[in-house]
């Protein structure tokens, strides 16, 4: 393996995220020992996870780490189930959670994997208030025991997995020891056990009174594996763990879970309809209602009505405005095509558009509601002569003005114009009064999601914005690589920014966002000159990647010239840069996840690049990827 190609994102972010157990496994104080001696023994060093591992475990000697080592040795994202079960005449709620270790190119008939450590923060909702129950054993002052319970007539099952209480270090519910347990998974099944004990003496509050409470899993993402529950969560569940739930992380999962469902069915309902009545030539622009599909969802009113409380509330500053644009940025059309594989993209990213115009078509009062008072906030704040700074209070305040923006520009015209929101005229005045970068870049991302296509103010308050930028910031390399991703990322044909010709041609027409992206490469304005610069890394991921990554029905325009184009940049570049080229070959790699006419074309492209005999890292990445079943 060309060890260029092993420094992917998922070496950082999983190799962070298992950082992040020892952390959850020992606690803040022994977390604070092992790192203490890390410093101490290798400081200055060249070291190896392994020595990271000795030095925690070293360090905390009465805890039983030693299946850590499992995760840099074992490749894949392991998936945990977990079994729900209620005895309601015991008092005892069950949890079996069973660990399956996903089947890796990389063991060639080797020995079978073994369980992994996996510590799953769990805390239970009273399903009456939505609470969190008090899970303290009788001695530490409550009412509930937890054991690991034998699951298998052999006895074997569970045997090493044990209960801990985290020792609470940041404030977060999933600290909290009278409301949040770890359960240390350590063999492949094992069942764990909520009894209640002890009579009522008037003071104690009976902890499962409601009847069967329900588990909030995987608190503060725990551990970074798949979580399955059986049963399932229904949508009036799914709705109490976005409203209830304490831990931010799971009421963003609620929040993702229910957004996923219902963009997916609404997906499944168009395509079948779709396919039953057209030609596959004609199959991304058929004609589709796919808002009253997603209205008509099941799940869909309580969604919607739980989404338009979260944004009130974040008006109303009375949950963490960040973390409200977090769990209403729904899932991507990349999340989604792993859901329903294989897949039609183009279809996918109008199914996920029109649900995004139904979220805002529902929300539109709370979001002007937000809209304004982050305004009128940041106004009061600089009239206060209050700097600009990165701190918790008024990054909140961006990222939601940023998101109720993009929300609002997302509206048809008609629905737009049904609530007096001028896109126009609001972005216009966004960008004019835009007092950092943060909201200035938030602003060309509303623009891009403007119905500029059908509305000739925002097509020119799109064409005038972005020219605006460019003339600003042109001889700014960090900021010109923001306005390239921009620009790659527009359906719009932006004619007088991204070329001298403002004359749309037949390519523009039929391939707009191809068009801008080729005009931006060839420099065909000559205010490019200075912006766009092949032969740089980070411009090239801006403009092609942002192309390839970003712009789905550019991309996989089914006549595929998106795709033919991308190709001839990164063999391009490959000769030039063959990190950067091998990096931004991935969407190719999965040509699995699409419909068969675009998977035989992106498999064509990969055989494309192998017969222009590239460079070792291309070479392997493309070889792979063909070759993996």
């Known amino acids: ?285 058929a004609q589709c209602d796919f808002a009253s599909i997603i209205v008509s969802d099941e799940a869909w009113p309580a969604f919607a009505g739980a989404c338009a409380s979260i944004v009130d509330d974040a008006a109303n500053d009375k949950v963490d405005r960040a973390w409200a644009e977090e769990a209403l940025s729904f899932p991507g059309v990349a999340a989604l095509l792993r859901e329903v594989a294989p897949a039609n993209p183009v279809l996918v990213h109008r199914t996920r558009s029109a649900f995004v115009k139904a979220f805002a078509k529902h929300c539109v009062v709370p979001l002007k509601r937000a809209l304004l008072t982050c305004e009128k906030e940041s106004h009061a704040a600089k009239d206060a002569g209050e700097a600009y700074d990165i701190d918790e209070k008024q990054t909140a305040r961006r990222s939601l003005r940023a998101y109720c923006l993009a929300a609002l520009a997302s509206l048809d015209v008609e629905s737009a114009k049904a609530v007096d929101f001028d896109a126009a005229h609001v972005l216009r005045d966004a960008y004019d009064g835009a007092q950092n970068m943060t909201e200035t870049v938030s602003v060309l991302n509303a623009l891009a999601k403007v119905d500029a296509l059908n509305d000739d103010d925002a097509n020119g308050v799109l064409r005038a914005t972005f020219k605006r930028f460019l003339e600003t910031w042109k001889d700014d390399a960090n900021v010109s690589c923001t306005y390239l991703s921009s620009v790659a990322q527009l359906s719009a044909y932006v004619s007088d920014v991204v070329a001298d010709d403002a004359t749309q041609n037949e390519s523009a027409s039929a391939n707009p966002a191809l068009a801008n992206v080729s005009a931006v490469c060839e420099n065909s304005n000559d205010a490019f000159s200075n912006v766009y610069d092949a032969k740089v890394p980070n411009k090239f991921y801006a403009l092609i990647g942002g192309f390839a990554r970003g712009n789905v029905c550019g991309f996989h325009a089914l006549d595929g010239r998106g795709y033919d184009f991308v190709v001839e940049k990164l063999l391009e570049m490959d000769k030039i840069n063959a990190i950067a080229a091998s990096r931004l070959a991935k969407p190719f790699t999965e040509w699995r996840l699409y419909d068969p006419r675009r998977a035989l074309m992106m498999r064509l492209c990969l055989e494309k690049i192998l017969a222009a005999k590239p460079s070792p890292n291309m070479f392997e990445i493309c070889t792979k990827s063909l070759a993996a079943e």
Not at 166 to 171: E, Q
Not at 184 to 212: H, I, N, Q, R
Not at 249 to 261: H, L, P, S, V
């Open 1 to 285: 393996m060309k060890i260029d190609n092993f420094y992917t994102l998922t070496v950082y972010e999983k190799g962070a995220e298992v950082i992040r157990v020892y952390h959850t496994l020992l606690g803040e104080t022994g977390f604070r020992k092992g790192m203490d001696l890390y410093f101490e023994r290798h400081d200055g060093c060249a070291v190896t996870c392994d020595d990271f591992f000795a030095s925690m475990r070293d360090a905390n000697e009465d805890v039983d780490i030693e299946a850590l080592h499992n995760w840099y040795h074992q490749a894949g994202t392991p998936s945990v189930r977990c079994e729900r079960r209620f005895d309601a005449a015991s008092k005892t709620f069950f949890l079996t959670l069973e660990q399956v270790l996903p089947k890796t190119p990389d063991e060639h008939g080797s020995d079978a994997k073994v369980a992994q450590l996996i510590p799953v923060t769990v805390g239970l909702l009273d399903a009456a208030t939505g609470s969190d129950i008090d899970i303290r054993a009788p001695d530490r002052g409550g009412r509930v025991e937890i054991a690991v319970v034998d699951g298998s007539e052999s006895g074997k099952v569970g045997r090493g997995s044990r209960v801990a209480f985290p020792a609470s270090s940041n404030g977060s519910s999933s600290d909290d020891p009278s409301t949040s347990v770890v359960l240390v998974l350590s063999a492949m099944k094992a069942t764990f056990a909520f009894k209640t004990v002890g009579a009522p003496d008037g003071a104690s509050v009976e902890p499962f009174a409601a009847g069967e409470p329900l588990p909030s899993l995987l608190r503060n993402f725990s551990a970074p594996v798949a979580m399955t529950v059986v049963p399932p969560f229904d949508t009036k569940e799914s709705v109490f763990f976005f409203a209830h739930d304490s831990d931010p992380f799971n009421r963003w999962e609620a929040a993702q879970t229910m957004a996923r469902g219902i963009i997916c069915r609404a997906y499944k309902t168009a395509a079948a309809s779709i396919s039953d009545t057209i030609s596959d030539a004609d199959y991304d622009g």
